[in-house]
């Protein structure tokens, strides 16, 4: 299947997918010029372009400069009606919380500070809202006493990274 990523940060899952054999990730996007994850698509070859915020008179206007057939990443949060209507249900989410449950920019943090006993990952349709659309898959794990933020996303990334390939995978098939 070939997927384009949107990514505006470290670039973990976009790596994930990088490293899948049967995944054929042809280009890369960030609204982040310095992001990683431009750096692991150089590195493998990839297509890859920032469109920067403040090139564009707004979201929408970026949004359909940016080409391609996205998977998503979970630093988007919301992406333009607009582009979302030239993809229809194709556009895919990896969320670091169980939603409905913590939505948004930081679900870690906002699991943590409500203090749950367990959160997950949560793969999605990107719809209108914000981590809205229709759940995929989702994988839950205990949250370990004490732990802070980064500790738990350190223990969530690799959910994220399985979640995400099987859910590419597993779309691709038509499941």
């Not at 054999?21 to 960030?30: E, F, N, Q, Y």
């Not at 431009?38 to 206007?61: I, K, S, T």
């Amino acid at each position: 299947m070939r997927v384009g990523v949107l990514a505006s940060g470290s670039g973990t899952n976009l790596q994930a997918l990088l490293d899948a054999d049967d995944i054929d990730v042809v280009a890369v996007a960030s609204d982040q010029p310095a992001a990683r994850a431009l750096e692991r698509a150089a590195a493998a070859g990839v297509e890859h372009r920032a469109f920067p915020r403040d090139e564009h008179p707004d979201r929408e206007a970026r949004d359909l400069a940016v080409p391609g057939q996205p998977v998503g990443h979970r630093e988007v949060a919301r992406l333009a009606p607009a582009f979302l209507a030239r993809f229809p249900d194709r556009v895919i989410n990896v969320h670091p919380a169980l939603l409905p449950a913590f939505p948004g920019l930081d679900g870690i943090a906002d699991a943590l500070a409500y203090g749950v006993k367990v959160t997950g990952v949560t793969v999605h349709l990107v719809d209108e809202g914000v981590d809205t659309g229709r759940i995929l898959l989702q994988e839950a794990i205990a949250v370990p006493e004490g732990i802070d933020r980064d500790g738990l996303h350190d223990l969530l990334r690799p959910l994220e990274h399985r979640l995400l390939v099987d859910a590419v995978r597993q779309f691709a098939r038509g499941d």
